[in-house]
């Protein structure tokens, strides 16, 4: 099982840096640089190659429709060359709330889309002269669309890999069953290794059923919390402002997919409580409202036995790699954290 972790996209990026810098020497797998609303993901990307050796990165996620198919191959192209071929692309479709709200770019099919945006991909890596034709994107435009001046054209430089490694965020059960057809990694939100296979896995199987032996066993990256240590439960308070904003915030009353997660591990009344109390303005109740038992299942937080029966958990229901969110303070701190869950996992 891998370790990895993500740069906070509110947080200092220099700061940033310098963990995960400190944090490759003792272990750690893979570093995910996020782009929500706050500075893009590919700058941070390029700087964080040049200032690493070994550590995997990877983006988390770029969004389908923020970029262009193309523009999407080519951009994580030159990270894979930046970085020596230490690049994972991870792709999703975000949310209405950011696509329409910051960009202003409708959110509409994200299935077809991210389908089609996978086959784009994989043909301008494998430098083939891109023609596509689909129900999103044409390539190149028609005559009747177009200048008719458009003609196929292949990527000029030669990629370090024809094959780029494509993570899909996914929750619904569709996009999962497509994740697991089409992609190299899955990476679900608030997975509980409990319920992961009562949510997913008819959507899992769906898919493995109609993947390409090429593509390898689907790489599994879960996103717990962690802390270790036989005073540190208090420290999962930490976490209830950041599920408080999902299964409350990201979206409107019966079209949050964060909430429909959460209840369909079974905390119904508690996702709709969340919910009714953060779209109300009362953001410190819904965080009090997160239940204990949801914040401990999602998390790595406890004595360090403790810790290895949950890191067995996550692995048993599927979990290849642990992208941990260390919650104590100072980087002393998260060192230690990451280096102890190095030696539980082994």
């Given at each position: ?12 990026f220099?700061?940033s840096v ?14 995910f640089?996020?782009e929500?609303?706050?500075?893009d ?15 995997q ?6 969004q ?20 020596g071929g230490?690049f ?9 709330q ?35 034709e ?64 009562d949510v997913?896995?008819?959507?899992l ?27 540190v ?17 990201m ?54 036995s403790?810790?290895k ?17 260390p ?20």
């Amino acid at each position: 099982m891998r370790i990895g972790t993500g740069i906070n996209y509110s947080g200092g990026f220099a700061d940033s840096v310098a963990d995960i810098v400190e944090l490759e020497k003792v272990g750690l797998d893979i570093a995910f640089v996020p782009e929500a609303y706050s500075f893009d993901a590919v700058s941070q990307l390029g700087y964080l190659a040049a200032k690493t050796e070994r550590v995997q990165l990877a983006s988390g996620i770029f969004q389908i429709y923020t970029r262009t198919p193309s523009l999407t191959a080519m951009t994580a192209a030159g990270l894979d060359f930046v970085s020596g071929g230490r690049f994972t692309l991870g792709l999703g479709a975000s949310g209405p709330q950011v696509i329409e709200g910051f960009h202003g770019v409708k959110y509409d099919a994200p299935l077809a889309r991210t389908r089609e945006i996978v086959e784009i991909c994989r043909q301008v890596w494998r430098r083939e002269r891109v023609v596509h034709e689909g129900k999103h994107y044409t390539i190149p435009l028609p005559p009747e669309q177009g200048t008719g001046l458009g003609k196929p054209l292949k990527l000029i430089n030669h990629p370090v890999r024809e094959r780029i490694p494509i993570l899909l965020a996914a929750l619904g059960p569709k996009n999962v069953a497509l994740t697991a057809e089409l992609a190299e990694g899955w990476e679900p939100i608030f997975f509980h290794p409990e319920k992961a296979n009562d949510v997913w896995g008819e959507s899992l199987a769906e898919g493995k059923a109609k993947r390409d032996p090429a593509l390898g066993e689907l790489d599994v990256f879960a996103g717990p919390a962690l802390a270790i240590g036989d005073d540190v439960e208090h420290l999962l308070d930490q976490v209830r402002p950041h599920l408080a904003l999902y299964i409350g915030g990201m979206g409107a009353r019966g079209n949050n997919f964060y909430n429909t997660l959460a209840q369909r591990y079974g905390f119904e009344a508690e996702a709709k409580q969340i919910q009714d109390l953060y779209l109300d303005g009362k953001k410190d109740e819904a965080a009090a409202a997160v239940p204990l038992e949801l914040l401990r299942a999602i998390s790595l937080v406890g004595p360090a036995s403790y810790v290895k029966e949950r890191v067995a958990a996550f692995a048993e229901a599927g979990v290849t790699t642990l992208v941990v969110s260390p919650l104590q303070p100072g980087r002393e701190a998260r060192l230690d954290a990451v280096a102890k869950l190095k030696e539980i996992v082994g």
